[in-house]
């Protein structure tokens, strides 16, 4: 069901008024407030109803009441859609994934839960980095390569209650690998010879993730650190799914979405026969090594957020505890601008509508990114 709406006046009135500046800890107002929209649809009227809003939603959650999940089977925590039953207690993996070109074809991928790309350095054209999140990583047969992780990704991965896998990273992830939720692996996977440098040669292949979580004393079961709130979405009911220009009163087409990664070129493009979005970097769809799956999501959500860089070698840490900064939530085709809260180190970020509503998200696959405020008027969608 839809959640009810925030009790508190006080923060409907922060979130909206956030809906129009971002990364006013670090940029200047003109990159905060503006977003490059190369074809917008024409304006919709601003006084919709809202009670009609909420009533589109009210029907479509009562339609899903008769929605069953089969046998044996759960909704994952992860994607909303059913999963098997033994999975339910599992903790997901967070798999710090190299993006150099050098690195690709990148291995098991596709099969990921939710994928978060984001700057891994603010040097050489603000290369990226992914990490990945997979839920059932007992049916990983090799994943990579693995590289090392920034202090965001530390952040980010606790949200899930997940162990992070990677291969180092620089000290400033000391202050974080310190507390009892940053449970990790690092540099202990398997070498495989591909014919290049050492740094991209570690993945996960079958057996690393049981006999080193055993070694390192790890749970593979959650733990007291997983949020009291199981999802980490507000997902629509299982065998349901939302339109958000059915919804909203104001929608923008986005069948071609362009990110400020200028290194990497990242894209995601509309995909109709799927109704999905498709990724694409270095001017090719991005095509699994293991059997050509391509990295594709039903739900993108993209979030402006200010960075503090840590020294001139490129390290950073972006500014994910925050509240009422802006963001954009994609799906369908359609974009919704949106809000995002994030108010600690162990908490879920979350997502509300304009109206302090959190919003409602497809089930399926998910692609997050944090984009740098100081470029967050360089997005742009067609």
């Known amino acids: 069901m839809l959640k009810k709406k925030l009790c508190s006046v006080a923060l409907i009135s922060v979130l909206a008024i956030a809906m129009v500046a ?5 940029a200047g107002d003109d990159a905060a407030t503006s977003i490059s929209i190369s074809k917008i649809e024409e304006e919709a009227d601003t006084s919709a109803d809202e009670a009609s809003v909420e009533a589109t939603v009210e029907e ?4 899903a009441e008769a929605a069953s999940v089969p046998e044996g089977m759960y909704l994952s925590e992860m994607t909303g859609e059913p999963i098997d039953e033994s999975l339910k207690d599992q903790r997901p993996i967070a798999a710090m994934v190299d993006n150099e070109k050098t690195a690709l074809p990148h291995y098991g991928i596709a099969e990921a839960d939710v994928v978060y790309e984001l700057m891994n350095s603010t040097l050489n054209d603000r290369i990226t980095r992914f990490m990945v999140m997979v839920k059932d990583w007992g049916n990983i047969k090799q994943l990579g390569s693995i590289r090392s992780t920034r202090p965001t990704n530390i952040l980010l991965m606790n949200e899930w209650n997940a162990v992070l896998c990677h291969d180092g990273g620089p000290y400033y992830n000391d202050q974080y690998f310190k507390y009892d939720w940053a449970e990790h692996l690092s540099g202990v996977f398997s070498r495989v010879d591909n014919g290049k440098a050492r740094e991209f040669t570690e993945y996960i292949v079958s057996g690393d993730l ?3 979580l055993a070694s390192a004393g790890i749970s593979e079961t959650y733990n007291e650190y997983r949020n009291e709130d199981e999802s980490h979405f507000n997902f629509t009911p299982w065998g349901t799914e939302i339109n958000l220009d059915e919804v909203y009163d104001k929608t923008y087409d986005a069948t071609d979405i362009t990110l400020p990664f200028w290194h990497n070129g990242s894209r995601l493009r509309y995909n109709a026969d799927t109704q999905t979005y498709d990724y694409y970097e270095y001017d090719s769809q991005h095509l699994d090594a293991e059997d050509s799956e391509p990295l594709t999501f039903k739900n993108v959500i993209l979030q402006c957020c200010t960075f503090t860089q840590l020294d001139e070698h490129g390290y950073l840490i972006y500014n994910c505890i925050d509240s009422g900064q802006t963001g954009w939530y994609i799906t369908n085709g359609k974009a919704k601008s949106i809000s995002w809260v994030k108010a600690g180190e162990t908490d879920i970020t979350r997502y509300y509508d304009d109206n302090g509503e959190e919003i409602q998200i497809n089930t399926g696959k998910t692609y997050i990114s944090l984009i ?11």
């Open 22 to 26: 971002c990364g006013n800890k670090e």
């Open 60 to 63: 479509t959650d009562s339609a």
């Open 210 to 212: 049981e006999s080193n």
């Open 372 to 382: 740098p405020s100081d470029t967050w008027g360089s997005v742009s969608f067609q």
